[in-house]
């Protein structure tokens, strides 16, 4: 039974209806939901577990994966790509020691990639949490990095 997932059921005071709240609150204290934290709610909520869970996995917000904190975008389109998105990406996973859609050991960032964020004209870029960053070079990114904790 885990203390944080009894609060946030408690405090929609058990409401069913509020099931995509909860869940929400959840994601936002864990950044994914477990398997565990989907029976508890279940199981406190009196909604079968495959009901909770097909609204976990309806929504594509939601993860049932293990997520960083922070998740970080590198864009692959055509833009970026011929200005070196490719190494840039590279750089990345060695700064961050994981591959593309991976999540660093200490859950602060998940790695993803993207094919055009919109935002071409300054590419190569990322974007950290939805806040872009463009003119992106390799010798950038540890600095840019550390900013996120
Ligand atoms: S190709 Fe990267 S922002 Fe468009």
Do not use: W
Request: one cysteine or more; aromatic letters at 8%; hydrophobic letters at 40%.
């Amino acid at each position: 039974m885990d203390e944080k997932v009894a609060a946030i059921i408690n405090k929609y005071n058990v409401d069913r209806g509020q099931l995509v709240s909860i869940l929400q609150d959840i994601q936002a204290e864990y950044y994914y939901l477990s398997k565990e934290a989907l029976i508890q709610v279940g199981e406190t909520m009196a909604i079968p577990a495959s009901r909770v869970y097909d609204v976990a996995t309806f929504f594509r917000a939601f993860s049932l994966e293990p997520r960083g904190k922070h998740l970080l975008d590198v864009c692959l389109g055509t833009a970026c790509h011929v200005r070196g998105a490719a190494r840039l990406l590279e750089k990345i996973e060695r700064s961050l020691a994981i591959k593309r859609g991976g999540t660093t050991e200490d859950r602060k960032f998940t790695l993803e990639t993207v094919n055009c964020m919109g935002c071409c004209a300054v590419g190569p870029a990322v974007k950290i949490d939805g806040e872009y960053f463009g003119q992106m070079s390799t010798d950038k990114v540890d600095n840019l990095l550390t900013k996120f904790e």
